[in-house]
């Protein structure tokens, strides 16, 4: 019991005496010197050296802070200065260590609510980055925020207000298949994108959605926005044979016509996105 008495003794000394010279290095204006004994230090002893330097005064706590920034260990040199009402040279050492939460809270209390709000959104913390965002009024930021916490139809809905409707479009092509508003945004994509002139994207996308399941190849909303878009590209003879074939009670047969051209020898060699466009062009014809 004696001898670990002498020993913890003896180690608490030395851990004084580290410190002891390191910020006797950083006082007498040596302070790369001190940072190379301070990286020298095992990761056990640096978190002692911080406890024992954070109890020490404001100037003391100032020489070790410009160690730890010189050693690159922002992170301990955020946390030894947090509490100095330096608020934001804290935030920017937590920012440097990559703790962007924490260097969020640091801005908002240094009354740097926009870098907060971007602080927040790179680490992740986007309900946080929403809500400084729509305090803000930012709505692009709020849109781009909503975007990346799968609420595309938000996000779309901040983009139509700020007339973009590319990135508009872009959001709504975030909702999946299995959405039950799926169909809902395929066809206000199309009509976003057919608004703008890209007539033959919205075809795409909607040949896209269509070929994906026998159900939604026989969903009568999508097929008659089909048959409009081709319509506004001059292909009324299309229109016309689709809506038939729709009262008709048949499938419009996407899937298996992108199939059998596809095998045709002559289009082995092309890619997907041509051998798509060559299908949207494709015709078909039956013979008797």
């Known amino acids: 019991m004696a001898g670990d008495t002498a020993g913890n003794s003896r180690g608490g000394s030395l851990r004084g005496s580290t410190l002891q010279v390191v910020q006797s290095l950083a006082a007498q204006g040596e302070p790369e010197r001190a940072a190379q ?17 954070a109890q020490g005064t404001v100037k003391e706590r100032q020489w070790l802070v410009d160690v730890l920034r010189r050693a690159r260990d922002f992170t301990g040199a955020a946390r030894l200065l947090d509490g100095s009402g330096d608020d934001v040279s804290v935030a920017d050492l937590y920012a440097q260590g990559g703790q962007h939460v924490a260097a969020a809270e640091a801005y908002l209390r240094a009354g740097e609510v926009e870098r907060a709000a971007a602080a927040f959104e790179r680490g992740g913390a986007l309900e946080r980055a929403l809500e400084v965002y729509r305090g803000l009024g930012a709505r692009e930021s709020m849109a781009h925020c909503l975007v990346r916490l799968g609420r595309p139809f938000e996000a779309a809905d901040l983009y139509h207000e700020l007339g973009q409707a590319h990135a508009e479009a872009e959001a709504l092509g975030g909702v999946l298949a299995e959405d039950p508003r799926y169909v809902e945004a395929v066809l ?17 996308v909607l040949a896209d959605a269509l070929s994906s399941s026998e159900h939604l190849r026989a969903d009568p909303v999508l097929v008659t926005e089909k048959a409009r ?41 092309l890619p997907l996105e041509d051998m798509k466009d060559l299908y949207r062009l494709a015709r078909p014809v039956t013979v008797t």
Request: positive net charge.
């Open 37 to 53: 004994l301070y990286e020298e230090l095992g990761a056990a002893q640096r978190e002692r050296l911080r406890k024992e330097a």
């Open 188 to 204: 206000r994509t199309c009509k976003v994108l057919d608004a703008g002139g890209f007539t033959h994207r919205a075809l795409a």
């Open 229 to 269: 878009l081709l319509r506004r590209m001059g292909l009324d003879v299309e229109a016309e044979a689709l809506l038939a074939r729709l009262a008709a009670g048949a499938t419009v047969p996407e899937a298996s016509g992108y199939r059998f051209l596809k095998a045709i020898p002559i289009f082995g060699e």
